[in-house]
T-cell receptor, first 117, second 114 residues
Framework: NAGVTQTPKFRVLKTGQSMTLLCAQD?????MYWYRQDPGMGLRLIHYSVGEGTTAKGEVPDGYNVSRLKKQNFLLGLESAAPSQTSVYFCASSKERSGTGSTDTQYFGPGTRLTVL | GQNIDQPTEMTATEGAIVQINCTYQTSGFNGLFWYQQHAGEAPTFLSY????GLEEKGRFSSFLSRSKGYSYLLLKELQMKDSASYLC???????????????FGAGTQVVVTP
């Protein structure tokens, strides 16, 4: 049981390049999320998914796209990278949105450190 | 987390107690989580409160007052390995949104000194 994994762990891009970050979870979770974490800003939600084939915008979606073709995978795409997208990206998953207990907690992947020059 | 406030940094000595406060403003409150995040690592779940009162888990305790929009995380018998960032996160469900969401505070960096 690997939990939540992310690929790659590190990446350096030039402005205008594109890339895809892959998140995979083996816990059969319905919900998956992409966050970015910047110093002094906390974790900010980019996009999320409440099930296979569904995606929705979070707090800071501009410049990113996502896809959830399989339940266990959630992809984050940058079509044209900008220096403002330099950040640490975390994927997370949770069982479901029940709102009734600690099982709502999210499980996080190890993160992807992205630098855009 | 614009609506979640916690101190930026706290320093304490090994064996001491530290209390990290978190205040929040949200509608549709459905729980408050505390996470621990070591440098360069992912956040990991520490505690959860949805009702007023104190929840104790070993050396860590978390308190919630829903009427005051206030929570704290208490770390007792501090160890060097407790040096980390502690994130307060509020889970809320709005009447217009079928999906609940997490909002995270910026984190409190706890530095434990010998």
């Amino acid at each position: 049981n690997a939990g939540v994994t992310q690929t790659p762990k590190f990446r350096v891009l030039k402005t205008g390049q594109s890339m895809t970050l892959l998140c995979a979870q083996d816990m059969n979770h319905e919900y998956m999320y992409w966050y970015r974490q910047d110093p002094g800003m906390g974790l900010r939600l980019i996009h999320y998914s409440v099930g296979e084939g569904t995606t929705a915008k979070g707090e800071v979606p501009d410049g990113y796209n996502v896809s959830r073709l399989k339940k266990q995978n959630f992809l984050l795409g940058l079509e044209s990278a900008a220096p403002s997208q330099t950040s640490v990206y975390f994927c997370a998953s949770s069982k479901e949105r029940s709102g009734t207990g600690s099982t709502d907690t999210q499980y996080f992947g190890p993160g992807t450190r992205l630098t855009v020059l | 987390g614009q609506n979640i406030d916690q101190p930026t940094e706290m320093t304490a000595t090994e064996g001491a107690i530290v209390q990290i406060n978190c205040t929040y403003q949200t509608s549709g409150f459905n729980g408050l989580f505390w996470y621990q995040q070591h440098a360069g690592e992912a956040p990991t779940f520490l505690s959860y409160n949805v009702l007023d009162g104190l929840e104790e888990k070993g050396r860590f305790s978390s308190f919630l007052s829903r009427s005051k929009g206030y929570s704290y995380l208490l770390l007792k018998e501090l160890q060097m390995k407790d040096s980390a960032s502690y994130l307060c996160a509020v889970f809320s469900i709005s009447v217009t949104d079928s999906w609940g969401k997490f909002q995270f505070g910026a984190g409190t960096q706890v530095v434990v000194t010998p």
